[in-house]
């Protein structure tokens, strides 16, 4: 496995590969201090795992469905999930027992935790008897506060502002929504832009939550400015985008995605263009490339901080990938 910064220079980066899901992986999630990594795939297991050295902590047995997001608390004391099983359900992280299940109309899309600790929301699917729904609750009484139905889009990533001002969505049309979700009008958003000419697969915060940024099946990446939704930068792929993550200490980016799942049995490995690509945060130049995973990636995460980061693949595996100290030494010639 290689490093390839673009300049010429290689560097070995040899990752922890964790094997504990049978089908794909939807999304993966380190806690605050760096210590856990979470995941969940399209079997029925939330996954915990030591991120240092790949240890396999335990699962979170419950669901009945393929399970698309999971979020951490925190403190690391309390572990929200979402599933096709139209529910969603609150765990206590140390003894994996479920402490709560909120029952939806169709699958769980999204689940997020407040900052504080004391919200979190949870979205669902649109389909032929139900709309898709944004569910705000209470951690302290486990139970639902407020909700707002959404007519014309499938929300399909999500995140909380700073401070728990507002909440992010992104949907299946390429819109990208702020709203009040707490203490403003259930039906009032307070922006709204549509930057994306493709559904947003990932939707995710800088460490400081002043800027978001978007993965798109147009091919994009792009990078906002979470107070006003302001466009920043775009980042160009080859191939569709299906998540991105900004580095909590450097100026970089890295993109995951590849040719859509159902055409990989008919692609070479290279061709189906599976590996994770980094860029330079401000000037948009693609600075380096790690290859390793079978099928598309879909979900990126980097570790807290910042030395070193998570994929998630169609494959079914996660890999770890701590960066060499060239890595740190490296600078993009202006």
Same mark, same amino acid.
């Given at each position: ?46 996954t ?11 699962t979170?047995d419950?669901?009945g ?6 979020d951490?608390?925190? %403190?690391? *004391?309390? =572990?929200? /999930?979402? @599933?096709? #099983? +139209?529910? $969603? !359900? &609150? ?28 919200l979190?929301?949870y ?19 486990r ?19 700073p ?9 299946d ?34 460490? %400081?939550? *002043?800027? =978001?940024? /978007?993965? @798109?099946k #147009? +091919?994009? $990446? !792009? &990078? ?6 302001e466009l ?17 200490i450097?100026?970089?980016?890295v ?44 979900n ?21 990938h701590?960066?060499?100290p060239s ?6 010639e202006?």
């Amino acid at each position: 496995i290689t490093w390839r910064i673009i300049q010429g220079e290689k560097l070995s980066m040899r990752p922890l590969v964790l094997h504990g899901h049978e089908r794909a992986i939807t999304q993966i999630r380190y806690n605050r201090d760096g210590d856990l990594l979470f995941s969940v795939a399209k079997d029925n297991k939330p996954t915990v795992w030591y991120s240092d050295n790949g240890e396999r902590l335990g699962t979170y047995d419950g669901h009945g469905g393929a399970v698309w997001c999971i979020d951490v608390n925190r %403190d690391t *004391t309390l =572990v929200l /999930t979402g @599933s096709a #099983d +139209n529910s $969603a !359900k &609150l765990w206590n992280c140390e003894r994996g027992v479920e402490l709560a299940t909120f029952s939806t109309a169709s699958a769980v899309r999204t689940c997020a935790f407040s900052n504080s600790g004391n919200l979190f929301t949870y979205t669902t699917d649109t389909t032929m008897n139900s709309l898709c729904q944004i569910v705000l609750c209470d951690v302290r009484t486990r139970e639902a506060i407020k909700s707002r139905t959404i007519q014309d889009a499938r929300v399909t990533a999500a995140v909380w502002g700073p401070f728990d001002q507002y909440f992010i969505t992104g949907d299946d049309v390429g819109t990208l929504t702020k709203y009040d979700i707490v203490n403003g009008s259930a039906d009032e958003n307070l922006c709204q832009v549509t930057e994306h000419k493709g559904p947003i697969s990932d939707l995710q915060a800088s460490a %400081d939550r *002043t800027m =978001v940024i /978007t993965a @798109s099946k #147009d +091919n994009l $990446a !792009k &990078l906002f400015d979470s107070e006003t939704l302001e466009l920043q930068k775009t980042y160009k792929a080859d191939r569709p985008v299906n998540s991105a993550a900004i580095s909590p200490i450097r100026q970089h980016v890295v993109l995951g995605g590849g040719q859509e799942a159902m055409e990989v049995t008919t692609t070479y490995t290279k061709a189906g263009k599976f590996d994770a690509r980094f860029y330079h945060l401000v000037l948009e130049e693609e600075i380096g490339r790690v290859k390793g995973h079978f099928g598309p990636i879909n979900n990126l995460k980097f570790h807290p901080d910042g030395k070193s980061y998570s994929s998630g693949g169609e494959d079914g595996y996660v890999r770890v990938h701590t960066f060499d100290p060239s890595y740190f030494d490296f600078d993009f010639e202006y």
